[in-house]
């Protein structure tokens, strides 16, 4: 592995270097030397790059990999041999799905195993929001297939999507399914699992930041406050049947706070329904537009003024709407902080005055 920052920053390149030597085997060269020594025997017996890729990574992950770093040469020549053997009787056996929640938008909030799961897998399944800086965590020869949906449209239903996801790995592929926020909090993610369950296939469910934390905090916006807010609901205003359905004099109640995902074309509906069931018009509110992303918006006022407020600053999506005393506070350092590493981020002055205790 070379480092180089073409003489600009050589204490750099040094840092780089140092900190991959600490990841790496120092004898990972005898790994190489394993591999020269199989190459064209494998690919004589393999004819499928899918195929010889998986056989390597059986290698390099097993107990033959162990061996050749090891010195243990023989050892690990007739463990190689063993797998070849087994590789080819084996039928082909299904894949693998992983259910990866890809954060709210900044790829400095994937997880670790998100980014090793994208690295390994041969197929990516991704949202219509997950940005072109995620994806670039993918395998390079990874196949990318957007299933996002579009509002009003019937493309890439999710019974669609279902069926795709459950042949892929049928098929041998292993198949990670990018999802925005975690897959598990309005990603219907659960949905999937069900349908690769129900085909008796493996799969792995990876949480993810999801959009009301991660933008909440970008903002500076605490989701729970001991003097302030005992509770967080998370809510989605998508579609018509949702808004009907919730619990409105529940959701009104003071002293907790609500997030609502999916919000922007319902901002009227949700303030009239809080307002209506009891919630103050002074509650105070905070719109996060693009939360983590580079050009982020955070527009604060109060529940009355929400419809004005969206209209007037032309909110779009996507952004998640806060309700509660929490959207209240001073905005603290922190959040400067964290907005001064974002460039262009925007952050409105909060257009109420906050009430004195």
Not at 11 to 35: F, H, N, Q, S, T
Not at 102 to 119: E, K
Not at 169 to 192: A, M, N, Q, T, Y
Request: with cysteine; hydrophobic share 45%.
């Amino acid at each position: 592995v070379a480092i180089s920052s073409a003489a600009t920053a050589p204490v750099l390149a040094r840092r780089v270097r140092e900190k991959i030597e600490m990841l790496l085997p120092k004898e990972l060269g005898r790994l190489a030397d394993l591999a020269s020594g199989w190459r064209v025997r494998v690919a004589e017996r393999l004819d499928s790059l899918l195929g010889r890729r998986r056989f390597w990574e059986t290698v390099f992950d097993g107990p033959a990999g162990s061996l050749a770093i090891g010195g243990h040469v023989d050892k690990a020549e007739r463990e190689v041999a063993r797998i070849l053997l087994n590789f080819e009787a084996q039928p082909p056996e299904p894949g693998q799905a992983w259910l990866v929640g890809a954060g709210p938008g900044d790829p400095d909030l994937l997880t670790v195993r998100a980014v090793q799961i994208m690295q390994a897998a041969d197929v990516i399944l991704h949202d219509r929001l997950v940005s072109d800086a995620v994806l670039s965590f993918a395998r390079r020869d990874a196949e990318l297939i957007s299933v996002g949906k579009l509002p009003g449209r019937d493309t890439n239903t999710q019974e669609g999507i279902n069926e795709l996801l459950v042949s892929l790995v049928r098929s041998g592929r292993r198949v990670c399914r990018l999802k925005g926020g975690d897959p598990f909090i309005f990603g219907r993610g659960g949905e999937e699992l069900e349908a690769l369950r129900a085909a008796e296939l493996p799969c792995e469910v990876v949480p993810g930041i999801t959009a009301a934390a991660g933008c909440a905090a970008a903002a500076g916006i605490p989701l729970t406050h001991r003097d302030l807010s005992q509770s967080v609901v998370f809510v989605t205003a998508q579609g018509k049947d949702s808004i009907d359905q919730l619990d409105w004099g529940s959701l009104a109640r003071d002293r907790q706070t609500l997030a609502f995902y999916m919000a922007v074309k319902r901002l009227p509906e949700l303030m009239r329904n809080l307002v209506s069931h009891g919630r103050s018009p002074d509650t105070p509110v905070a719109i996060i537009e693009r939360g983590t992303l580079p050009r982020q918006r955070v527009l604060r006022g109060r529940l009355g003024q929400l419809s004005m407020l969206a209209e007037a600053q032309g909110i779009e999506a996507p952004a998640i709407l806060i309700v509660g005393d929490v959207a209240g506070l001073k905005e603290p350092v922190t959040a400067a902080v964290s907005s001064s590493r974002q460039p262009g981020a925007t952050h409105l002055s909060p257009i109420y005055a906050k009430k004195s205790a």
